[in-house]
């Protein structure tokens, strides 16, 4: 959900062609970086709250390089290139995303057993995704994940708000979305609401029984470490990176820590 350390807008690097599925009722617009290695399973990357397939920039390709493992990345609605938000998000917005469009993805898709990646949002719905038990999932990569809200998260999403009515966070985000007033309206109206304070998913990490790597910044501005000792104190096979000089986005300020790890995570090696 980090808005003041955007990434730069991405240049001239090679990538697989954007490609359109439909899933959860809207076309979604993703990338599939494939890999040699036959029997690997598929990694699919879930994006944060203001998050894109754009915005994840070469990190997607450095993944499969590194685990030789394809690697999927897709926008969810509302966000990137995929339809455009029609309507206020709700609640349960995230559960949606897990429970609904989410499976429909990996079917058309024809992906099997994935290890979800993560980020804030995205790590949240894997939580719920795996959780629900009617899926099987390989591993969880859950960076920044959020499973209760904190007095942070909403301050800080505050002033994300402030920042989009006063600076050119506007201009930014839209090289990364094509309606970038509805992505951003559609995130942060519903973490500032107050309904959304009584959001908690812990219920559901007492149905995850696959392994967990949970990577938080230990300077986070939007979470703190309660949230990944939460996932702790719930699942049975979880293990906790603390990143120092780390915000909330650990594959961009600290890349190379975060690749290892996911590369240690994914192939065992």
């Known amino acids: 959900m980090a ?5 730069e807008a991405p240049g001239g690097l090679q990538r697989p062609p954007l490609q359109r599925v439909r899933a959860g009722g809207h076309m979604l617009e993703y990338r599939l970086h494939p890999a040699c290695g036959r029997d690997a399973p598929t990694l699919v990357m879930l994006h944060e709250g203001l998050g894109s397939v754009a915005m994840w920039r070469d990190f997607p390709s450095r993944v499969t390089a590194a685990t030789g493992c394809p690697t999927l ?10 339809d455009r938000l029609e309507e206020p998000r709700g609640v349960r917005y995230m559960h949606d995303e ?59 999403i505050a002033k994300a708000k402030i920042a989009w009515e006063t600076t050119d966070l506007p201009r930014r985000l839209a090289r990364y979305h094509d309606d ?38 230990m300077d986070d501005e939007y979470g703190t470490m309660a949230q990944v000792e939460t996932i702790a104190a719930h699942c049975r096979d979880v293990e906790i990176l603390k990143l120092a000089d780390c915000r909330h986005s650990a594959h961009r300020d600290q890349p190379e820590a975060t690749l290892a790890a996911i590369r240690r995570f994914v192939t065992g090696g």
């Open 73 to 82: 990345v897709y926008s969810r609605y509302g966000y990137g290139g995929s």
């Open 98 to 156: 897990a429970l609904v469009a989410l499976p429909e993805l990996l079917d058309e898709l024809h992906i099997a057993r994935p290890i979800l990646i993560g980020h804030s949002d995205g790590a949240s719905i894997a939580l719920i995704h795996a959780g629900d038990g009617r899926r099987e999932v390989a591993g969880l990569v859950l960076m920044a994940p959020h499973v209760f809200v904190e007095d942070l998260s909403v301050a800080s």
């Open 3 to 7: 808005t003041a350390d955007l990434p």
């Open 180 to 217: 970038a007033e509805r992505s951003f309206r559609g995130w942060n109206d519903i973490w500032l609401h107050p309904d959304f304070r009584a959001w908690n998913i812990t219920g559901y990490l007492s149905g995850i029984r696959c392994p967990i790597l949970a990577l938080q910044g």
